[in-house]
C-alpha cells in the first residue's frame, strides 16, 4: 500500500467552492484518515477538499452534476484553453445573467467548463444550486473583484488531477470498481435537520430519505468487500440508526451557506468509519 504523508503534498486549494466542502473541517477530519491506502474513491466528489488535501497517488473522482464533472475533465485536460477562455469573462451583473441563461448543452465542453467557474465565482455566496430542470438559478453575488481566473491554483489542480480518474456517475457505481484496500470517502447531500432545512440541489434531482438508505446499503456492502469507509453526514438520528454497530465520531462545523447570518452557527456533524485508529 502506499502511504499518504505531508511530506509529498503541494498547497492547492479546491477550485471551486461548494455547498458542504470539507475544507474548515479537515483539521478535525484529519486524525480520522487511514494512514495508508491504495487508492483514493470519492463517490461525491464535490469540491474536492479531501481529494487535493490528501493528494494520493491514485484517485477515482465521482459525482452525479454534469457541470462539475466537465469542468474536472476540461481542467485535466485542456487547462491552457480553459485558462484562455476564462480571461474573456466580465463581472457585470448583465453579463452574469446573460451567461447564466445559456443553455449549457450548446456549448463546447471548454465553454462549458468556464461558464460553470464562472458562475460558481461571482454567483451569491458561490451557490451552486438547480432548478427542476437542471438550469443554474443562483442571484448574481455583487463582488467587486472575484478571483475568476486563479492561474497558478488551477494549474496546481491541473497536475493533481492528471493521474485521477474521474468519472459522471451514481455513487452505487462505485461498487463497479471496489477493491480491498481502497480506502473511500463518502460525502453525500446530507440529511436535513429540519423538514425546512433541506438542501439536496446540487443537480436536478433530491436526496431524500430513500436515497440516504440505498447510500447505506452500498456502504455496507463495500464493507463486506474490504474496504476502508468513511463518511459524512448530519447529525440525524436517523443517520445514527442507519449506521448503527459502525464507529461514529462527531465533529463540529459552521454553516456558511444561509440566506441569513445569523443562522450561520456551529452544528455537529457525524463521521462514520467502518476501522479504528
Known amino acids: 500500500m502506499v502511504e499518504i504523508t505531508a511530506k509529498s503534498r503541494c498547497v492547492v486549494r479546491p477550485p471551486v467552492k461548494w455547498a458542504g466542502g470539507k475544507s474548515r473541517l479537515l483539521p478535525q477530519l484529519e486524525p480520522l484518515f487511514p494512514d495508508k491506502a491504495d487508492c483514493l474513491v ?20 465521482m459525482d452525479s452534476n454534469p457541470e462539475l464533472v466537465n469542468f474536472y475533465l476540461v481542467l485535466r485536460d485542456e487547462p491552457d484553453l480553459l485558462l484562455a477562455d476564462l480571461k474573456k469573462h466580465r463581472n457585470t451583473i ?4 446573460r451567461l447564466r441563461s445559456v443553455n449549457p448543452g450548446a456549448l463546447t465542453c471548454v465553454q462549458r467548463a468556464s461558464r460553470f467557474l464562472y458562475l460558481n465565482k461571482t454567483a451569491y455566496n458561490g451557490l ?15 463582488y467587486k473583484n472575484p ?3 486563479d492561474e497558478e491554483n488551477l494549474r496546481g489542480v491541473h497536475l493533481l488531477l492528471k493521474n485521477a480518474t474521474i ?3 451514481d455513487f452505487s457505481r462505485v461498487l463497479e470498481i471496489a477493491a480491498p484496500g481502497m480506502f473511500v ?7 436535513p435537520l429540519s423538514k425546512t432545512a433541506s438542501f439536496t440541489a446540487y443537480t436536478a434531482g433530491s436526496f431524500d430519505e430513500g436515497e440516504q438508505c440505498r447510500l447505506a446499503g452500498v456502504f455496507r456492502e463495500l464493507d463486506r468487500r474490504g474496504c476502508r469507509l468513511m463518511l459524512s453526514n448530519s447529525d440525524t438520528p436517523f443517520i445514527r440508526e442507519l449506521y448503527r ?4 465520531k462527531v465533529v463540529t462545523a459552521r454553516r456558511v451557506i444561509n440566506c441569513r447570518p445569523d443562522r450561520r ?13
Do not use: C
Not at 245 to 248: L, Q, T
Open 265 to 277: 452557527g456551529p452544528v455537529t456533524e457525524l463521521v462514520i468509519r467502518n476501522y479504528d485508529g
Open 42 to 61: 470519492e463517490p461525491f466528489v464535490g469540491g474536492g477538499a479531501v481529494f487535493f488535501h490528501l493528494q494520493p497517488p491514485g484517485a477515482v473522482l
Open 147 to 149: 478571483r475568476i481566473v
Open 245 to 248: 454497530g459502525y464507529e461514529i
Open 128 to 142: 451552486w444550486r438547480v432548478n427542476s430542470r437542471g438550469l443554474h438559478n443562483v442571484p448574481y453575488g455583487y
Open 185 to 191: 470517502y463518502m460525502d453525500p447531500p446530507y440529511h
Open 167 to 169: 468519472m459522471l456517475a
Open 94 to 97: 448583465r453579463y452574469y445573467y
